[in-house]
């Protein structure tokens, strides 16, 4: 008999099913992942387990854990099978764990309530769970408050109160979501070790950690299932349509043919930029230039500066040292002292389209706005019409023209904000983290339309992401930043086939591959980005460098021509 | 409009209609006293139908007078606090940085103030001056609405669409009309519509104390304050203007709350 | 910890100077003001007077003068009042005020956190609903109306409590004064409380207090309680004036020889140094409290304190 049966469970709000007749079994020490995009239902599902739904929401079917059905089941059920039978780690830490108690305080709540533990036992058992996930001190972690850890610690701890009081079954809902993907790389390599004979279900988006870290797999459109099988097998054949395109539409880091190099003139270069917040320095003596019509992609994980660099380049940030030069003239350190035909040709698309868009203004207005400062002359009619224009060259039409942003989808909004980018024709568009928020078929539809209008205009693109997937579908050229420096500057193809610096390397590495019969994954890198206030001497990646010498610890090193790539590294060559 | 947002509205309405055709309606001049019918009760059968006070005057005309001035008070300092309210809060929450600290740490100071007593203070130094009342109202009301202006706006320009507006070349000017200004409307509505109960009770609890509007003008408060001399005696002369004074300040906090609860909503959506 | 309370307290004194200046030059500006000869009842007073503020002296060393009296407990003389110093007259009448705004406060606090944490526990039902109603009604009732309805039906009508404080000294004399003046405060706070409540109880870390079985006592006690008391803090401030307001009208009202009622009748008889000395206590008493807010933000929110 399976641990957890879950047959023809169908959640409705309002009579609306978000999840209509899903069938899952979970047997004892398997692990089992829940696939699916936004809106899929993954979630509810796991909320509907442990009886979290909100009281409007109305089930039907069967859940069956051990025998018993949770479904309709009294307080006390639930309270028993909750943390001692069933532990839950949510995707957001920062949020998932209360702001106001101390660590210590939060896991040994757990062991009081269900009567695990007396007081004295108490601290000890949970400074042991929290040393057995690689806190490092435990007993300084107990007595931290959530928001003196990082990101990766603080999952870290929300997994050891999944696990502190011994569950059969351990429900992970996108655990790694909101982490950097080498700590992603770190945390599921620590569920693995750390749960032991204890069951997973992983709900996620991403075909990669599914494919790394489940024997058999659910896959969910729309809140029914549409596919259930080993996790080879449907790789190797997905039996529906959806699971084919979900597979299809996953980014790959480890294949896939980048475009080819273009070799024209510089239109925009940055020389020796430094972005400083107090005594925080953020960006660090960085330069790359951008050729017309090709795209250059600025990686890094957070806190690594690209975000900061991309706003440096548009002036919203102001330079500290370091100077912008398109098309030949330097530019001034803040937007509002650009010329405007320099602000017409430099635009910005955003990660999140939904905050990106005036909530009072309809889409005609939102995407003339432009026109109205820069084309002042332009009669109403004529403007119509090129806000016409640039919104079929995005693929939407003029029934978009009185829509609010709040009747878009997430892809659609994403749509009007490169529409109203593109509305002055710019030479150079700058896109953060611009697909970042998008489900896997809406991001590939985003993609094609940049390279497509690329193809067809001779934009320049800088493209700034955390998604070493993504840029290698995208990007000519990919520059790698660490702690706020350039470590690694190269054409694409040469990047991702043969990394120079040891942190590129351990950062492809750690993307995981929707692919469930590759070898497996290297050790992930340990430990996390340094402190940009107080960096450590040297390289600043020596901690984490698995190859680290004496020198890497005595002096930063210098950017260098290695074999047609520029990196930054005393031992590459 | 929903429910909680109409319902409050028409009695406002209704109450603030009677209190301008009333006194027309009424035969009763609310300064004229009548020495044949002291503290005379209310009641359908009797000329006064709300009775009339010591000095006979006919407490119907004079509630629906010290309803207009209540009113009006209230309303006009509200809108005085707004001006200044907002005007304060958007150029704090805007300029950001040093400016907004500066600012809101004077707010924070004059927050730390016993107004009333300040405001009495003032009343009984410049001689009961009207027009101290709206500014004495004003000065309480109008940190509260640059405390909630400044934080939208702060909010507001680290927005994208703002960044977005900059980045075009769009002038500050434009940005704060065209994209700041709308987007404060809701909040700048709730907030007023919860300032005007907020004046009404300063306004009358200054003319309660008989430091407000002066005899024989009159407002709600003066009319609390009257009654509660002959509440033994004549209740009604304490319970009518004290009804309609809580049926009043009830409607703007009912409205604000629906109002806020709508705008919130649409925020959620 | 002791850094951030250090700044805090650091930052008040500026406040309370100001506050203080303030009334100061008002007091001094008014037309026709209390250092006039013609509102100087007797040629003793003003000799004080001149005694205490150096009339003839520049005002800013004037207010010095002021201060250093400040520093000293000394707030001069009362003008009306001859033979009494203000700080005596405000220390017979502080203690009748502080018993009646403490006990006060102390009720709107326990009976509005409470009402405020039931209603958010059952959300929509009747009981809800009811306190909703009941605190909004609260809330828009000024003090000057509770205050007379309540006297006319408890005292007057049904005669189960004493109206006025001559009639029977006592705890029973007590009650209506304090129920009056805490009752909108009361519901101003279970309003506050219900809202932030709600807000916590849907909080990510509460669902997952509730994914680890804690029951809904203790999730309120050890998770909820602490995060949802930071608006009704923050609101401390602003009660402890609502309640001075409040006494103003209670002590008038009920006849209670209290801070409040002394300052009116000092106002109406242009007893000028003794409503400055009031007005002085009153404004020192709110910045101080607002300094001890200040600081039980920073002990519970353990993120104030790295800001």
Known sequence: MSLLTIRGLTIRYEGEAVVDGVDLAVERGASVGLVGESGSGKSQCALAVLGLLPARATLSGSIEFDGRELIGAGQEVLDDVRARRIGIVFQDPMLALNPYLRIGAQLKQILRSHGLADRREADARVIEMLARVGLPDPERQFAAWPHELSGGMRQRAMIASALIAQPDLLIADEPTTALDVTVQ???????????????????????????????????????????????TSLFRSPGHRHTRDLIAAAPRVDRGEPPAPVTTGTVLSVGNAAVEFGDLRAVDDVSFAVGTGETVAIVGESGSGKSSLARAVLGLLPLATGRVVYAGDALASVVEKRALAVRRDLQLVFQDPISALDPQMRVQRIVAEPLVVHEPRLDEKRRRERVIAVLEQVGLGERFLRRYPHQLSGGEAQRVCIARA?????????????????DGSVRRQVLGLLREVQRETGLSIIFISHDLAVVRS????????????????????????APRHPYTQALIAAVPVPDPVLAPRPAPLPGEAPSLVSPPPGCAFHPRCPLAEAVCRAKAPALRTVGGTQVACHLAE | MSRAVKIPLAFLAAVAAMAVIGPFLSPHEYMTTNFDHLLAAPGSGSAHVFGTDDLGRDLFVRTMMGIRITLTVAIVASLVSLVIGVAYGAIAGFAGGRVDAVMMRFVDTLYALPFIFFVILLMVAFERNFLLIFVAIGAVNWLDMARIVRGQTLSLREREFVAAARLTGVSSWRIITRHIAPNLLGIVIVYVTLAIPQAILVESFLSFLGLGVQEPQTSLGALVNAGVGHMETAAWTLLIPAGVLALILLCFNFLGDGLRDQFDARKAR | MLRYTLFRILGAIPTLLLVIALA????????????????????????NLRDAYGLDDPLPQQFLTYLSGLLRGDLGPSIRQTGYSVAELIGEALPYSFLLGATAMLLALLLGVGAGTVAALRQG????????GLSLTGISIPVFVVAPVLVLLFAVKLQWLPAGWGSARGAATWVLPVVTLALPQLAYVARLMRASMIDVLSSDFVRTARAQGLGTATIVRVHALKPAMLPVISYLGPAVAGILTGSVVVEEVFGIPGLGEMFVRAALNRDYTLVLGVVVFYASLIVALNLVVDILYGVIDPRVRYR
Request: include cysteine.
């Open chain 1, 185 to 231: 790389a770190q945390v599921l390599d620590l569920l693995e070790r750390v749960r032991e004979d204890t069951a997973l279900l992983l709900i996620t988006h991403d075909l990669g950690v599914v494919a790394g870290h489940c024997e058999r797999m659910t896959v969910l459109e729309k809140g029914r299932v549409v596919d259930s099988g080993s996790t």
């Open chain 1, 422 to 438: 593109l509305v002055l024709e710019p030479k150079v568009l700058i896109c953060d983290e611009a697909v970042a928020a998008l």
């Open chain 1, 474 to 497: 995208i990007s000519h050229r990919a520059l790698v930043m660490y702690s706020g420096r350039l470590v690694e500057l190269a054409q694409s193809g040469a990047l991702f086939e």
């Open chain 3, 24 to 47: 100061f030059m008002m007091v001094r500006a008014a037309p026709g003001g209390p250092f006039d000869a013609e509102y100087i009842p007797s040629t003793e007073v003003e000799k």
């Open chain 3, 125 to 132: 039902s009747l009981l809800d609903r009811t306190i909703t």
